[in-house]
């Protein structure tokens, strides 16, 4: 089957920076596109999501990116702080399925250096 | 309001015993998931459940079985544990069946020997 996939599976910032992590899917049928925060030893928690009518969505210093045209998602992070050091994945839904066809990435690693 | 609730935390299981991983949500969300999480790879869905009286199979399947008799609870069970099932299992609910984003709970990890 079809999968997600991340450029950088290891991404290393300085505290201030901006970050952005990379996501490519392959299914140019997929219609919504979850980011996910995963930090050591607990569950991922919801970051930001986006439609596929939508090439851009903002949230509280995050954005998300969508090119439909290369099939490529990324998540911007500003002013990255070392509490957003966490392992980041992104998930695609295809239709005609429900939130029981995500397809999720195997995640980068974001290291915010002091 | 605490969300999706997982227990226990940690777990270590002989070949062949069985074990309830307990999960309970408090959003009153319809839809719950299961899902296990291996090193370096992606979230597999194990089994879902659209409302109370209803689950159906998701990709890995094999091994487990659910039950979801109230809209709160959805339990999974595993019956003969295997090695091939030391995971981390985090299950997760929704509000909606799509175009929701999933809440998940903070894990349960298992290690089978």
């Known amino acids: 089957g079809e999968s997600v996939g991340l450029h950088l599976p290891t991404l290393s910032v300085q505290e201030g920076d901006n970050s952005i992590i990379n996501c490519a899917y392959s299914n140019s049928a997929s219609d919504y596109f979850i980011w996910y925060k995963q930090e050591s030893g607990k569950g991922p928690q919801f970051i930001i999501d986006i439609r596929s009518n939508m090439d851009k969505r903002q949230g509280q210093r995050v954005t998300v990116l969508l090119n439909k045209t290369v099939k490529h998602l990324s998540l911007q992070i500003a002013a990255t702080q070392p509490g957003d050091s966490a392992v980041y994945f992104c998930?695609?839904?295809?239709?005609?399925?429900?939130?029981?066809?995500?397809?999720f990435g195997t995640g980068t690693q974001l290291k915010v250096e002091l | 309001n605490a969300g999706v609730t997982q227990t226990p935390k940690f777990r270590i299981l002989k070949i062949g015993q069985s074990m309830t991983l307990q999960c309970t949500q408090d959003?009153?969300?319809?839809?719950m998931y299961w899902y296990r999480q291996d090193p370096g790879m992606g979230l597999k869905l194990i089994y879902y459940?659209?409302?109370?009286?209803?689950?159906d199979k998701g990709e890995v399947p094999n091994g487990y079985n659910v039950s979801r008799s109230t809209t709160e609870d959805f339990p999974l069970r595993l019956e003969l544990a295997a090695p091939s099932q030391t995971s981390v299992y985090f299950c997760a609910s929704s509000y909606q069946g799509r175009n929701s984003p999933l809440h998940f709970g903070n894990g349960t990890r298992l290690t089978v020997t």
């Open positions: 959003m009153n969300h319809n839809y």
């Open positions: 459940s659209v409302g109370a009286g209803i689950t």
């Open positions: 998930a695609e839904n295809t239709p005609p399925g429900g939130g029981n066809k995500l397809t």
